[in-house]
């Protein structure tokens, strides 16, 4: 069974930054592209972000572009979310999900929320 | 506003089928499979259909999905209300280079 653990999430000020993490397990984590996934409060989903398996190519949303940065380390088993210049519109549950070999979010965190205000 | 369009809510009676659309364009669904999600309040969401009609392991075949052209479609028959949930549709777009969900779109169970 595959889990996916994030952590990370809290209260930052504006401009400010963050990391997240999500920790997987039941996979074998290098084989699969995985992504970042986020819901604002009240919201619908909005996807952020993706990695392949190797980690040599990233894509992001124009929202987050040059502000966030994805990685991860397979050595690990673990995914990252590097978060930079913070604003009030990046509050949202952050969602890690392992993308299928055709299509499809296949496997979900439970998610870790971000806040950012002053 | 979202790449890919769905109705914002559909109702229907228990027992009885309801159709979720999902509109997108030629470099996102007329040209990628299309995935569906449930999300239950205060979870995650869950695979439903992924390659526009086919089904995880577990998921009972009462949710079956279709892509025709630009739009594709999410179909639940003998509905329960435990398929009270938000919907969404997701793929990817080719020209954006970017993954892409519909708004979502609430089921009630009357």
């Known amino acids: 069974e595959v889990q996916l653990l994030e952590s990370g999430g809290g209260l930052v000020q504006p401009g400010g930054s963050l990391r997240l993490s999500c920790a997987a397990s039941g996979l074998t984590f290098s084989t699969y592209a995985m992504s970042w996934v986020r819901q604002a409060p009240g919201k619908g989903l909005e996807w952020v972000s993706v990695i392949s398996g190797s980690g040599s190519r990233t894509y992001y949303a124009d929202s987050v572009k040059g502000r966030f940065t994805i990685s991860r380390d397979n050595s690990k088993n673990t995914l990252y979310l590097q978060m930079h210049s913070l604003r009030a519109e990046d509050t949202a549950v952050y969602h890690c999900a392992k993308d299928g070999k055709t299509s499809g979010w296949w496997d979900w965190g439970q998610g870790t929320l971000v806040t950012v205000s002053s | 506003q979202s790449v890919l369009t769905q109705p914002p809510s559909v109702s229907a009676a228990p027992g009885q089928k309801v159709t979720i659309s999902c509109s997108g364009s030629s470099s996102n669904i007329g040209n990628n499979y299309v995935s569906w999600y449930q999300q239950l309040p205060g979870t995650a969401p869950k695979l439903l259909i992924y390659?526009?009609?086919k089904r995880p392991s577990g998921i009972p075949d009462r949710f079956s999905g279709s892509k025709s052209g630009t739009s594709a479609t999410l179909g639940i028959t003998g509905l329960q209300t435990g398929d009270e949930a938000d919907y969404y549709c997701g793929t990817w777009d080719t020209s954006l280079s970017v993954g892409v969900f519909g708004g979502g779109t609430k089921l009630t169970v009357l």
């Open positions: 390659d526009n009609n």
